[in-house]
């Protein structure tokens, strides 16, 4: 049969609409050639999310974002259209909104449940979840610094003011003759160290005499020193330790009740002797001193001594 020119240009005309519609589709991400599922997920908050990113599974691109639907109840229908089959996902898998980076936006992660058997299939219901993104976290850590910051510019300024209401005018007079009163201060303290100086480098020769006078000094004491150290310090320290040894030998003696001054230390009898003797020698005296002619007698001519009575029975 012998196509005719408007047949062709008919079938051309509609073999081109057919590749313009492929085309834009595939540009789109749908692949009219390819089979593909379909899950729906709920989410309270797709910030950030939108319509043809990427859904991976591992890190691997499966599928995109075919359609972000806003619910009478607020919350956000998400299709994902997943075109590699390979894979089965549960029903009890998770599709988690997470941020690969500062740049790129969000995406979705399949993250499977392998404990599960139950495949899904097109049309079901995966389970929700969001993962804190790096600027959401970068966010919430700097939210508490921001706050102290502030807190510490307030503050600041309040001791700004504080220190303002302060710093009157007469404050600020005293601050500057006491500052001007302290560089008067240094610059005398400076005169008197160049005069220091002036005196150190004028008596110079002085000074290294003195120190050389008192080199001299430390000289002939340590020559002292060494000659007392040559000097027979030693013998005469033996000796005082023999005289020290004998007289504890001497007082262990006397302690034990040896010798003279040992009984006289340690022999009773002996003591109450001498105190007796003592005792008598007192009366004796005492007589004498009290009747001296029953002693001495001088008599020229003879006459009869005189009896003699005991200190006792005249005190009786």
């Known amino acids: 049969m012998k196509l005719t020119r408007e047949i ?4 051309l005309v509609i073999g081109s609409l057919l ?50 639907t806003l619910n009478p109840d607020g919350k956000l229908l998400v299709e994902l259209q997943i075109d590699d089959e390979s894979f089965p996902i549960s029903k009890s898998s998770l599709a988690q909104i997470y941020e690969p980076g500062f740049i790129g ?29 790096l600027t959401t976290s970068f966010a919430n850590k700097l939210e508490p610094t921001q706050q102290k910051i502030d807190g510490l510019l307030t503050n600041t300024d309040k001791l700004i003011v504080n220190l303002n209401s302060v710093l009157d005018e007469q404050t600020k007079n005293n601050i500057k003759t006491s500052i001007a009163q302290l560089s008067k201060t240094l610059a005398e303290l400076n005169k008197v160290t160049s005069q220091v100086n002036g005196m150190l480098a004028t008596n110079n020769q002085k ?12 000289s002939d004491m340590a020559k002292i020193t060494a000659d007392l150290e040559k000097a027979k310090l030693a013998e005469t320290v033996n000796n005082l330790e023999a005289t020290l040894s004998n007289v504890n030998k ?60 005991s200190p006792e029975e005249e005190t009786k």
């Open 105 to 133: 936006g969000k995406q979705v992660a399949i993250i499977p449940n392998f404990y599960d058997k139950n495949i899904a299939v097109s049309g079901d219901y995966l389970k929700a979840d969001v993962k804190e993104g």
């Open 207 to 218: 000074i290294n005499n003195t120190l050389s006078s008192a080199e001299k000094a430390s």
């Open 19 to 68: 590749l313009f519609i492929w085309g834009y589709s595939f540009l789109k991400g749908n692949n009219l050639l390819n089979s593909h599922k379909k899950y729906y997920v709920v989410y309270d908050n797709v910030e950030g999310l939108i319509q043809a990113a990427p859904v991976t599974i591992s890190g691997k691109m499966i599928g995109k974002v075919n359609a972000i």
């Open 8 to 11: 062709k240009t008919a079938i």
């Open 250 to 309: 001497m007082l262990v003696d006397m302690q034990s009740g040896k010798g003279t001054m040992g009984k006289l230390m340690k022999d009773e009898a002996l003591y109450n002797n001498l105190s007796k003797t003592s005792k008598e020698l007192e009366l004796l005296l005492q007589d004498v001193r009290l009747h001296p002619t029953r002693y001495v007698n001088v008599s020229l001519f003879g006459k009869k001594e005189k009896p003699y009575k």
